[in-house]
């Protein structure tokens, strides 16, 4: 599957996610209400999470009306707890409706033990969008717009001077109640598919940039979609291209964007702009240094004692222990192994062909080993051949492939019993010996 055909539709969803939530940021971002999307969001995701302790599946109907019945409730809230003159902030209010869904949502996430979901709540599924997601959001979407199009007036009178929009006898509350109630749609919707990290990235990263830059609304609104379209685009393909999850790839590269988009902005309407770009200059070699440091500080972290609990030091240790203890078995077991086979073949194949032998690990190995040798040097591949005969440990099969070959060789199998042990093929082993004896070693062949 190409790229055009895997990440088409969740290129259009980020269109539509951009057209609408550019708009509402304006909004969020001139009431001050920065982190009101943010809480729908989480309210709206909690409705889904309700909704699957009954029962409801997230990718239903079901959870889709159980999320939007939530921000209902959510708007509710806003808009009650937005007084005219009012001594705690509704940015605190709005941050502890966040905090509160976030708990109640891991509670009831750990009661169903769903938390595949609860990750899903926050990263979203934008990769798996199918186009059916896309019409319907932007149906809905363009249901939201004309909604804010046709009451345009009260929205933007509210956003941008409320205390005007109270002397004008405008009914703010009732007003407020339909914009957080059609934002609130609009994040349900949202949610589903890009979770609540990008909705949230997608409200007010573009509409930062495009207050920064103009105050013309029709500008920051074209500011705004084509910085979110640009940003879609390169992160889509770097989360294609570097095999990274799309929604948490988009999101880095819109803080990648704004970064740069500032340190532009700072420099072009510096009175000194050389001054400004040494001040860049700056800033880019200390970010790169303390990047750097943090790097070799972590590496040198990671590698120290520090970075470990006591009680994984004490689990290391235990394991090193038993490692040392279970190699220094297998030595011993080797070590006796080579003194009894010694002693059963030292009239004809010396100690250090037989460490030889046993350091071969894999048993096919040493017989191909024998094989190998038999045609150029027989007195070499049959010593090898007798030792695999003469271990207890060799396996039946083996010993009788051994046989096998040693006929093969020899013309003979000396009397060797493949079914009986080793042990009990003793005066076979001797005949063998005394055979290989009899050959003429490589060293004696060689020419004076």
């Known amino acids: 599957m190409s790229i055009i055909e895997l990440m088409a539709a969740p290129f259009a969803e980020c269109l539509v996610l951009v057209a609408i939530h550019t708009y509402l940021g304006l909004h969020v971002l001139r009431r001050r209400v920065i982190f009101v999307d943010l809480a729908l969001a989480q309210i709206a995701a909690l409705g889904t999470t309700v909704g699957f302790l009954f029962g409801i599946m997230p990718d239903t109907p079901g959870a889709l009306v159980f999320s939007i019945a939530f921000t209902f409730l959510g708007a509710a809230v806003f808009c009650i707890t937005r007084f005219r003159h009012d001594q705690v902030p509704q940015e605190a209010v709005i941050g502890l409706a966040y905090a509160i869904s976030c708990a109640v949502a891991v509670l009831v996430v750990e009661k169903t033990r769903g938390a595949e979901h609860l990750k899903d709540i926050l990263t979203g599924n934008l990769l798996w969008v199918e186009w059916s997601d896309v019409l319907m ?63 949230f990235v997608f409200l007010v990263a573009p509409a930062i940039l495009a207050l920064v830059l103009t105050h013309r609304l029709w500008l920051q609104l074209l500011i705004g979609w084509g910085m979110g379209t640009l940003v879609t685009v390169v992160g889509l393909y770097l989360s294609w291209v570097m095999d990274l999850p799309s929604g948490p790839a988009v999101i880095a590269f819109y803080g990648v964007a704004l970064v740069v988009a500032g340190v532009v902005v700072f420099w072009l309407r510096a009175e000194d702009r050389r001054r400004a770009g040494l ?37 290391a240790e235990d394991v090193d222990r038993e490692q040392s203890a279970a190699s220094a078995r297998t030595s011993n077991a080797d070590s006796e192994r080579s003194t009894l086979l010694t002693n059963r073949l030292g009239r004809c194949v010396g100690r250090e062909k037989i460490d030889r032998y046993l350091a071969l690990v894999d048993l096919e190995e040493r017989l191909a080993h024998a094989k190998q040798r038999l045609a150029p040097t027989p007195r070499k591949g049959l010593e090898f051949l007798v030792i695999a005969l003469a271990d207890d440990e060799t396996p039946l099969l083996y010993r009788e492939e051994g046989v096998a070959l040693l006929k093969q060789a020899t013309g003979r199998d000396f009397g060797y019993r493949s079914e009986a042990e080793a042990s009990e093929n003793s005066a076979a082993i001797t005949r063998i010996c005394d055979h290989i004896r009899t050959l003429k070693s490589p060293e004696s062949m060689a020419p004076p």
Request: hydrophobic content about 55%; glycine content about 10%.
């Open 279 to 315: 001040t860049v200059l700056a800033g880019t070699t200390i970010t790169g240094v303390v990047f750097l440091a943090l790097m070799g500080g972590g590496r040198w972290l990671g590698a120290s004692r520090l970075a470990v609990s006591q009680e994984a030091r004490q689990a």
């Open 137 to 199: 959001a932007a149906a809905v979407y363009s249901v939201v717009g004309v909604v804010h199009w046709r009451f345009r007036k009260q929205f933007w009178l509210i956003s941008d001077n409320p205390d005007a929009a109270h002397q004008a006898g405008v009914a703010v509350r009732a007003w407020d109640f339909l914009f957080y109630v059609t934002f609130g749609v609009v994040i349900a919707f949202s949610t589903r598919v890009a979770g609540v990290l990008l909705v």
